[in-house]
C-alpha cells in the first residue's frame, strides 16, 4: 500500500494539457518536498521534477509541478505521444522516517 | 553527470543472501542521501532504504527491517545492500538512487530473482 495516492491512469491527446494528482498528509506533502518521475516502458525513472517545482536540466517547461497543502500536482502541456509513460509522485514521511511513492499513473495520448 | 552503476543483482534461492554495490561519480558523494528503491516485476516503485551523509543513521521500509542493511563507504564512492534471508517477494529490479526519494538522480538498475 502506497504512502501516496495517484490516479492509475490518465488519458489525453495530442497537444492537450493533462494533469496527475498526488494526495498524501501533514506528515510527507504538506511538510516535505515532492518530486516527480517518469518512467517510460522498459527503463529505469527520471527525475522530472524536484523540490517541488523545480526542473532538472534538460527537462522541458512542458513539464511542471505544485503543491498545495497535502497534495501536489504534474502538469504536462503540449502532449507527445512520447510522453507516454509511468509517473510517479515521492516524497518522505516525517512520522514514519521512510521515503514513500505513490502508485504511478499510466498515462496515454490519444 | 550524475553516474550511478548498481551490480550484484541475480538469481538466488529463497533464504539466501546477496549484496548490492552501488558506484557513484560526477558528484560530491558523501554530500548527498542515498537511496535504494525496488520494483517487482509489473508493479510500482517501492522505496527500500536510504543511508545519510555519514552513514550513520539509516532508514528502512518496514517488510525489509531487520534482513537488510544499507551502508556505504564514502571514500571509495559506493553504496551498498546486503540483504540476508531472502524471499521470493523480494524479487525486483533493485535501483540506487541519490537523495532521500531519489530526487536528484537514479542509476539503471540491477534485477534480483528470489527463486528455488
Known amino acids: 500500500q502506497s504512502v501516496l495516492t495517484q490516479p492509475p491512469s490518465v488519458s489525453a491527446a495530442p497537444g492537450q494539457k493533462v494533469t496527475i494528482s498526488c494526495s498524501g498528509s501533514s506528515s510527507n506533502i504538506e511538510n516535505n518536498y515532492v518530486s516527480w518521475y517518469q518512467q517510460l516502458p522498459g527503463t529505469a525513472p527520471k527525475v522530472l521534477i524536484y523540490d517541488n517545482n523545480k526542473r532538472p536540466s534538460g527537462i522541458p517547461d512542458r513539464f511542471s509541478g505544485s503543491k498545495s497543502g497535502t497534495s501536489a500536482t504534474l502538469g504536462i502541456t503540449g502532449l507527445q505521444t512520447g510522453d507516454e509513460a509511468d509517473y510517479y509522485c515521492g516524497t518522505w514521511d516525517i512520522s514514519l522516517s521512510v521515503g514513500g511513492f505513490g502508485g504511478g499513473t499510466k498515462l496515454t495520448v490519444l | 553527470e550524475v553516474q550511478l552503476v548498481e551490480s550484484g543483482g541475480g538469481l538466488v534461492q529463497p533464504g539466501g543472501s546477496l549484496r548490492l554495490s552501488c558506484a557513484a561519480s560526477g558528484f560530491t558523494f558523501n554530500n548527498y542521501w542515498m537511496t535504494w528503491v525496488r520494483q517487482a516485476p509489473g508493479k510500482g516503485l517501492e522505496w527500500v532504504a536510504a543511508?545519510?551523509?555519514?552513514?550513520?543513521?539509516?532508514y528502512y521500509v518496514d517488510s525489509v527491517k531487520g534482513r537488510f542493511t544499507i551502508s556505504r563507504d564514502n571514500t571509495k564512492n559506493s553504496l551498498y545492500l546486503q540483504m540476508n534471508s531472502l524471499r521470493v517477494e523480494d524479487t525486483a529490479v533493485y535501483y540506487c538512487?541519490?537523495?532521500?526519494?531519489?530526487?536528484?538522480?537514479w542509476g539503471q538498475g540491477t534485477l534480483v530473482t528470489v527463486s528455488s
Open positions: 538512487a541519490r537523495g532521500r526519494v531519489g530526487a536528484s538522480g
Open positions: 543511508v545519510k551523509p555519514d552513514g550513520i543513521e539509516k
